[in-house]
């Protein structure tokens, strides 16, 4: 099927009119608020970020007798190790961004709205300022647009790469001009969100999606995918695949076919050994769940995981799974607040505990305390960070258990075999 999300050489205003751009936006104009919102829900579209919550849903959750500023907030963040899909879509297509968040702005009743983006993505951010002063230019954002009535301004805001700002109160806090730490909700942003004002927040991916739902129609996205798992998704594969990179496919895609149709199987002489589905925060899969698993909320689910941002992670034969883990578990250590101690010390000590793996100095209990830790972390903190850490050491663990006894006896793994000094 066509794409509609990645297209080619649409980064620029008149290659975006050429595909019908800013239609949708003059279209959504001549709804109602309600209606625009009716229609995005009929889509059955889900947050793209990794919750997979309803977007309509989400838009309709502000009070609808909410007094002074409305907000609208882009997670332009993308911390996610594996993630880079909404990168490229911000390079390629960001005129959908933008007016994607206009409609929504104006189902909303924002005025004004911010996309929140990692500092490191300077590119990416110069490449947004270039595409919102176009569109300024032309009438789709700023005062009156297209002589409707509604005023909608447009800032980017530049974080500085810090991982938790992708949850959305610490992105809030962020934009505040705060420390970014996550907040305790209740209130949730749609009652008091940005400067204590009603807020939506969604991903850029979710977003983007906007202007072919009002475009096109809600059912029309609905009818793509599996139902509970509408539309089309962005899937960024990295790992030893012959063709690594940014896929958009219709949810429910098995991720066989995704890894050798799309991604041309595994580089010659590379066997698949597991695949971490959405993101370096999902549980593992081993090659057999992974090769019979179907990419959407749903499946994914049901084989013990999540779809989560979409990132797919694949490993093969030759990796070690205490050694990756021990990666994972050093950027959760460093991207963690602080400001909830089974976070702050559960991932200080999962990190000390694998430390001892990979340097000879563990024990057969030690296992089992990865474990421990792992479990006492889920489900007790502010925000997910925690959960993050604790989902993939508990499967890890659980599918990959041998390595961690081999390590244990000090026996060296595939990765770490060579010459001894």
């Known amino acids: ?42 889509s059955n579209l889900r947050g793209r970020g990794g919750a997979g919550f309803p977007a309509g849903l989400k838009w309709s959750f502000i009070p609808k007798d909410a007094q002074g500023p409305r907000y609208l907030v882009c997670n332009a963040d993308e911390g996610e190790p594996g993630t880079f899909k909404d990168r490229e879509l911000m390079r390629k297509n960001p005129h959908a961004l933008i007016e994607g968040m ?5 189902a909303i009743g924002a005025a004004h709205g911010y996309i929140y983006i990692r ?17 300024r230019a032309k009438g789709f954002i700023g005062r009156n647009i297209l002589g409707s009535g509604f005023d909608f301004e447009l800032f980017i805001h530049r974080g500085a790469g810090a991982y ?14 705060y420390k970014g730490q996550p907040r305790l909700k209740p209130p949730f942003p749609a009652i008091k969100g940005l400067f204590g004002s009603p807020t939506v927040m969604n991903n850029v991916e979710t977003l983007a999606a906007v202007p072919a739902i009002i475009d096109k129609g809600g059912d029309w996205y609905a009818s793509i995918g599996t139902g509970k798992s509408a539309g089309t998704k962005l899937f960024c594969v990295s790992g ?35 695949v971490i589905p959405g993101g370096s925060s999902t549980p593992v899969l081993t090659a057999g769940e992974a090769l019979a698993v179907k990419l959407d909320y ?24 205490v050694g990756l883990l021990r990666v994972l578990a050093r950027f959760y250590h460093h991207e963690s607040c602080g400001q909830c101690t089974p976070c702050r010390e559960g991932c200080g000590w999962i990190e000390k505990i694998l430390n001892r793996f990979e340097e000879g100095r563990a024990e057969m209990k030690d296992i089992d305390m990865l474990s421990s830790v792992a479990d006492g972390m889920m489900g007790r903190t502010i925000c997910p960070l925690a959960d993050a850490m ?7 663990v659980k599918k990959f258990r041998a390595e961690f006894e081999a390590h244990a006896r000090g026996e060296t793994c595939a990765r770490r075999a060579g010459p001894k000094a």
């Open 1 to 42: 099927m066509e794409n509609i999300l990645l297209k080619d050489d649409v980064a620029g205003l008149e290659a975006y009119f050429a595909c019908g751009g800013y239609k949708p936006l003059k279209k959504a104009l001549g709804l109602t608020p309600a209606e625009v919102i009716d229609e995005v829900k009929k």
């Open 102 to 106: 206009a409609i929504a702005g104006y």
């Open 119 to 135: 500092g490191e993505f300077a590119e990416e951010a110069e490449l947004l300022e270039h595409a919102v002063a176009a569109a």
């Open 164 to 177: 938790i700002c992708g949850e959305e109160t610490a992105l809030l806090e962020s934009l505040e001009g």
């Open 240 to 274: 030893p695949v012959n063709k690594p990179g940014v896929y958009e496919l219709p949810l429910g895609t098995p991720l066989r076919d995704l890894l050798e149709k799309n991604c041309g199987g595994l580089k010659p002489g590379k066997k698949l050994k597991a």
């Open 298 to 321: 749903e499946s994914l689910a049901a084989a013990g995981s999540m779809l989560g941002s979409g990132a797919v992670i694949v490993i093969d034969e030759s990796q070690c799974m």
């Open 390 to 396: 604790a989902m993939p050491v508990l499967s890890f």
